[in-house]
């Protein structure tokens, strides 16, 4: 964080100077600005005014930072790779029908990870062919799901591929393979997937034996195999060590007489949730992904495969922000004072899980210098339910604006209705437009997969 000359504290504006070109690096979403108002400002929507019009919480996510991270991660596999490439937005960071359909729109493909996922995107309009299907326990309905729109599955273990074979016949299913890889990388524990004691995927010494199986299963189209090592990944040497190893298994596919087609890294780019985070950026990311696959096929000695990555929070990650609005304030003397928000861990799960760190601001009053260091709270009932242990902010009063940036990844996707919140609702911003995305739910909502049994609602108290 950088401090201004003049009060050497930080200012919520002082955010603005950390925005970097590439998305993943930036605390803010690219179009952050302050107006007249010193109201913060995103995609040209004054952030004060949103919460005033579609309610609080409030996620805002913009449009341009989206579609500069999905160009940054097309353009820079496509010019650092001679083969083809595809990026596929793993949509498990935020599934719903307008961020498919604008990842889609620039090119890309998508992860989905259940059959909630891939209709999600199918009513989105995305090709199928651009649709992948991961997922370690897929049930024999999803996978006929995914047969009949005839996206690839990414197939996970030897019974998905037993049911695969049983339903495959006159339709042929692309199917990767996910293996283990084996690669440690520094990341949260529950985050972490590419080392051997993971429930994802083959383990690599079966990889023979599931080549073997595929190539005596012609109704299945072997296309190719993948990893995914991890989440919020800030170092290149696990990916470049992932090439070789994903090179040395397609290798194998070929001598086998499996033709490799497709070689996909997975996804895990990290993010700036903090100064702490430094991050390689998106264009950094892909030159080096796509350098290590080329390097990995030269000395193999293959043929290129088609080149995939699947990120998901570096594309939408920073890009979102929550408002929320101020409540009650309370000072426990000589200890802290919290600062309660109308949200908390029902549309932010993350601090809870993984006392995952965020920075907030005040975004009705950006050019005031941080004064006291405060507890975020939410309104759940918990106490663990903080969503910022320690924030610097100016004096906070009700009906403020309290922005908790970079939460457009798995936040709404891992949101829950906990005492019985309402979800919040999500607009996209652009060019001073913004369009709800996401509608907040009501309370009608709320009870309208309730059902009340006939013996119960003769109780005056619960009549409806
Ligand atoms: N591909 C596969 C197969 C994955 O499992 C994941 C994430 C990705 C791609 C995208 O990874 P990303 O680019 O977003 O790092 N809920 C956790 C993150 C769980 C990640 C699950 N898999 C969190 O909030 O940190």
């Not at 930080?10 to 998305?23: H, M, Q, T, Y």
């Not at 997922?135 to 309905?141: E, F, I, L, T, V």
Request: hydrophobic fraction near 35%; glycine fraction near 8%; proline fraction near 5%.
């Amino acid at each position: 964080m950088v401090l201004t000359e003049t009060t050497q504290q930080p200012a919520g504006s002082d955010f603005l100077r950390e925005i970097k070109d590439s998305p993943n690096q930036s605390l803010l979403p690219l179009t952050a600005t302050v107006n007249a108002q010193d109201h913060l400002e995103i995609g040209g929507c004054d952030v004060t005014e949103l919460v005033q019009i579609f309610g609080s919480p409030l996620y805002i996510m913009d449009e341009h930072s989206i579609r500069t991270g999905c160009a940054q991660y097309r353009d820079g596999l496509a010019n650092n790779y001679s083969g083809q490439s595809l990026v596929i937005y793993a949509s498990k960071a935020l599934n719903c029908l307008a961020i498919c359909a604008l990842v889609a729109d620039e090119g890309l493909g998508i992860d989905v990870a259940s059959g909630g996922e891939l209709y999600t995107a199918l009513q989105a309009g995305v090709d199928p062919k651009k649709i992948y299907f991961h997922g370690n326990n897929k049930s024999r309905a999803e996978l006929e799901q995914a047969l009949a729109c005839h996206c690839t599955v990414v197939a996970d273990n030897w019974l998905e591929l037993k049911t695969l074979a049983e339903l495959a016949p006159g339709k042929s299913p692309r199917v990767m393979l996910r293996i283990t890889p084996g690669i440690e990388c520094h990341t949260h524990e529950y985050i972490r997937t590419g080392h051997l004691d993971s429930k994802f995927g083959f383990d690599p010494n079966q990889v023979e034996e599931v080549l073997n199986l595929l190539r005596n299963t012609p109704s299945l189209d072997f296309v190719g195999v993948h990893a995914h090592i991890g989440s919020q990944i800030f170092e290149r040497e696990p990916h470049q060590d992932l090439a070789g190893v994903l090179v040395n298994w397609l290798k194998r596919a070929s001598e086998l007489g499996l033709p490799p087609q497709e070689l996909n890294v997975g996804g895990g780019l990290g993010i700036r949730y903090t100064e702490a985070d430094d991050p390689p950026s998106i264009g950094e990311w892909t030159a080096t992904v796509a350098q290590a696959v080329e390097q990995a096929c030269q000395q193999a000695q293959i043929n290129l495969p088609k080149l995939i990555c699947e990120p998901g929070r570096s594309l939408v990650g920073t890009t979102g922000v929550t408002a929320y609005t101020v409540g009650s304030c309370k000072e426990v003397p000589e200890t802290r004072t919290y600062i309660a928000v109308d949200g908390g861990m029902s549309d932010n799960a993350r601090p809870i899980t993984y006392e995952s760190v965020y920075r907030s601001l005040i975004a009705n009053k950006m050019s005031q210098a941080g004064t006291e260091t405060v507890s975020v709270a939410g309104k759940h009932c918990e106490s663990g339910d903080i969503l910022i242990k320690e924030a610097l902010l100016p004096p906070a009063e009700p009906e403020d604006t309290l922005l908790v940036m970079t939460t457009g990844g798995y936040g709404y996707s891992m949101a829950s209705n906990y005492n019985r919140l309402l979800r919040p609702a999500m607009v996209l911003v652009h060019e001073g437009i913004a369009d709800v995305i996401i509608q907040r739910k009501t309370y009608q909502d709320l009870i309208n997969h309730d059902r009340l049994p006939e013996r119960l609602s003769s109780n005056p108290s619960t009549t409806l």
